[in-house]
């Protein structure tokens, strides 16, 4: 069966094979694309216990990615996990105490979305071949922190393409800051933005629909495309953790076959939880996916009462990647959540646009139960960390222990005790200063690699060699703008004037 793509905001007309959908990104309506049927998968449990990661993401991507040969797929998975994960799982399942770690973290930026952005630019450039794109890809990216870095490890030096990456200058830990400012590539491009986050990324879906801008690109040989989670090509090669976790418990005899467990997901653009939730749809036995919030608890509050609301507070947090107002994603599980109807769904997503917010109906909110949210402060987010470091000797980074804490409220609020995995989306070693306050309870003066070196020193685990590398790294990005002269500075870098 051919799975064909379509937007959330437009009755059905065009549809596109998956490989348009990659190139393109964003639909044309500025909605974001989904199968217009999901693929019935009918999984072996059994048998995807026996698999490698690279062969269990081969049975998910092949009913998500139908116009790739299988050994285009095979060529793509190939080239993604490999020799640049430092174990050998690619995605170790632990155990800690009561609780399963998925540890997403073993990559080339050390946290969860190199699962996704080592394969994306293999399948873009893949789909270029198949589509005769003769345009040089332009991906543009607005970051939190993780997404750039690992988009920019993806497609460094990849022909046929070129990546500009723009981050909130201020809203960064220092390890993120140096490990973007020492990308190598030519084809690469970092640019700090005088703003936050939900600012470069208005601005980046401003520019990428700019039919304008477009045609100037057009005019120079290029073609924009992003790497932003709304990109299919981002988000299906994610379900295939969920899949692969759920398998592991069978092989390592945690559970049997059929058994339901529990995933509890830090969210921000709300991509990694998704990817989850289409896991659950393809047959993947998961009873709840809890959302994991910080004190940017917009998604708290969209789950507990209906509305989604981003006039509010924005806070700087300790997990910098969670720090979003607008979480992207939740478009395509608001069009689920309306029964596929684009109409509803563009209204929805209208109502954002104009008052910053939107309330979905009752009925809805009756399909909501595949999720469980809450959120936590600071402090719940320190102690987690802490408790788990003093119980178990497992040290975890801010945003895996935002999951951490919060599936232990869904425990008491519930008493449900099914197995439950933690997603764990990033290594203590990228935020070492945040970690060692929480484990010593101290004042930490040092950041940085100096905060490495003294996180290594108390915790033991061995520093990732991408860690290491950025001792002797050069500087070599300098660009600093404000959100309104992002377009400008994108000509600049193309030299289109
Ligand atoms: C991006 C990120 C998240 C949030 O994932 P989404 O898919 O945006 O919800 C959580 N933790 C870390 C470390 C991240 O980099």
């Not at 801008?213 to 073609?223: G, K, M, S, T």
């Not at 379900?239 to 005899?253: D, E, P, T, W």
């Not at 979480?327 to 954002?352: C, H, I, Q």
Request: charged fraction near 15%; charge should be negative; glycine fraction near 6%.
């Amino acid at each position: 069966m051919e799975t064909l793509y379509r937007s959330t905001r437009e009755t059905a007309s065009h549809t596109m094979t998956s490989s348009q959908a990659v190139l393109q990104g964003l639909t044309p309506d500025g909605g974001l694309f989904v199968p217009f049927e999901l693929p019935q998968a009918n999984f072996d449990f059994d048998q995807l216990a026996t698999m490698s990661y690279p062969e269990v993401a081969y049975e998910v991507l092949k009913l998500f990615f139908t116009d790739y040969t299988d050994a285009e797929l095979h060529a793509c998975i190939d080239a993604a996990y490999g020799d640049q994960f430092d174990d050998p799982a690619i995605v170790p399942v632990t155990k800690h105490g009561e609780q399963y770690y998925l540890e997403l973290f073993h990559g080339p930026t050390i946290a969860f979305k190199d699962l996704a952005l080592q394969i994306l630019p293999h399948l873009m450039t893949t789909a270029a071949k198949k589509n005769h794109l003769d345009r040089d890809v332009v991906i543009l990216t607005a970051t939190s922190g993780d997404t750039g870095k690992a988009a920019m490890a993806g497609f460094a030096d990849v022909e046929q393409t070129k990546i500009i990456v723009f981050y909130p200058k201020d809203g960064v830990s220092a390890i993120q800051k140096q490990q973007m400012v020492t990308q190598v590539g030519d084809n690469t491009y970092v640019v700090a933005i005088n703003g936050n986050f939900d600012e470069a990324q208005t601005k980046v879906k401003e520019l990428l629909n700019d039919s304008q801008l477009h045609a100037e690109l057009a005019n120079h040989q290029f073609q924009f495309s992003s790497a932003n989670s709304i990109n299919i090509g981002r988000l299906f090669p994610q379900v295939a953790y969920y899949v692969y976790a759920y398998a592991q418990l069978i092989h390592q005899g945690q559970i049997k076959n059929g058994a339901s467990v529990n995933f509890s997901v830090p969210t921000g653009n709300f991509g990694d939880i998704l990817a989850g939730y289409y896991a659950k749809q393809l047959g993947t036995p998961i009873h709840k996916l809890i959302c994991a919030s910080n004190r940017n608890n917009v998604l708290t509050d969209f789950f507990n009462t209906g509305t989604y609301d981003k006039n509010r507070q924005f806070y700087l947090t300790s997990s910098p990647s969670m720090d979003i107002l607008v979480s992207s994603n939740l478009e395509r599980l608001v069009f689920y959540l309306t029964g596929s109807d684009p109409v509803a769904t563009k209204r929805l997503m209208t109502d954002l646009q104009t008052n910053g917010s939107y309330t979905i109906s009752p009925a809805m909110r009756a399909n909501l139960t595949d999720f469980w949210a809450g959120f936590v402060t600071e402090k719940q987010d320190q102690a987690a960390i802490h408790h788990l470091y003093d119980a178990h000797h497992y040290a975890i980074d801010p945003h895996t222990a935002v999951a951490t804490a919060v599936a232990d409220q869904y425990r008491q609020a519930t008493r449900d005790e099914r197995p439950m995995v933690i997603v764990s989306t990033a290594s203590p070693y990228k935020f070492p200063h945040a970690v060692l306050t929480a484990i010593t309870g101290a004042p930490v003066t040092v950041d940085g690699l100096s905060a490495v070196d003294q996180l290594h020193a108390l915790i033991e685990t061995p520093i990732p060699a991408t860690v290491e590398a950025l001792r002797t790294a050069p500087v070599r990005h300098k660009r600093v703008t404000d959100p309104a002269a992002m377009g400008t500075t994108i000509k600049s870098i193309l030299n289109l004037n």
